[in-house]
Antibody, heavy 122, light 109 residues
Framework: QVQLLQSGAEVKKPGASVMVSCKAS????????IDWVRQAPGQGLEWMGW????????NYAQKLQGRITLTTDTSTNTAYMELRSLRSDDTAVYYC???????????????WGQGTLVIVSS | EIVLTQSPATLSLSPGERATLSCRAS??????LAWYQQRPGQAPRLLFY???NRATGIPARFSGSGSGTDFTLTISSLEPEDFAVYYC???????????FGQGTRLEIK
């Protein structure tokens, strides 16, 4: 079965960087894309970006441009999200999600990781 | 940016009742709309994509409909496990390409 296994919780200071990993199994990794979505405590869902595991193309939310980098490693079927210059309002649960639209940009998210809590606090 | 407005914010119903959730887009998204269910402490789960296509494993009591700017998620007879938060999500060519509604909380009356 499709599984996305994310790395563990992180506590970071303002201004630091965080990298969250998402290891995929149960499907052909390069046939899909991966999106990243975050959820601040008690809040709704916010899309962060999309990366094709097929060709490496990316699409980022404008508000995060310059602070976010998405990458994939097809040799280990793992996707990574790096967020830099962290602020307190980056405190959230970060999810990776599988996206069937591997070439033409983000679509919908048919399987999700378990989430990674990132706390930004001095 | 395409804004999705969900209503009501909270819906209080009893098991066995019918639930109707609404999602309205600030401009037409065609049928490029998905619905998700999120139970407490869990990741979201895809229910429908392209407005009315049921995702794998979703029970038949769930149905999705709509096009353009008005969309509906209907649960014909509520089961205890259906009480959760529901989000709609659109994809478009406008930045940002993905936006979510603010969610509807379906709670037990």
């Amino acid at each position: 079965q499709v599984q996305l296994l994310q790395s563990g919780a992180e506590v970071k200071k303002p201004g630091a960087s965080v990298m969250v990993s998402c290891k995929a199994s149960g499907y052909t990794f390069s046939s899909y894309a991966i999106d990243w979505v975050r959820q601040a405590p008690g809040q709704g869902l916010e899309w962060m970006g999309w990366i094709s595991a097929y060709n490496g193309n990316t699409n980022y939310a404008q508000k995060l441009q310059g602070r976010i980098t998405l990458t994939t490693d097809t040799s280990t079927n793992t996707a990574y999200m790096e967020l830099r210059s962290l602020r307190s309002d980056d405190t959230a649960v970060y999810y990776c999600a599988r996206d069937p639209r591997r070439s033409i940009g983000p679509g919908q998210f048919d399987s999700w990781g378990q989430g990674t809590l990132v706390i930004v606090s001095s | 940016e395409i804004v999705l407005t969900q209503s009501p914010a909270t819906l209080s119903l009893s098991p066995g009742e019918r639930a109707t959730l609404s999602c309205r887009a600030s401009q037409s998204v065609g049928t490029d709309l998905a619905w998700y269910q999120q139970r407490p402490g869990q990741a979201p789960r895809l229910l429908f994509y392209d407005s009315s296509n049921r995702a794998t494993g979703i029970p038949a009591r769930f149905s999705g409909s709509g096009s353009g700017t008005d969309f509906t998620l209907t649960i014909s007879s509520l089961e205890p496990e259906d009480f959760a938060v529901y989000y709609c999500q659109q994809r478009s060519n406008w930045p940002p390409p993905i936006t979510f509604g603010q969610g509807t909380r379906l709670e037990i009356k």
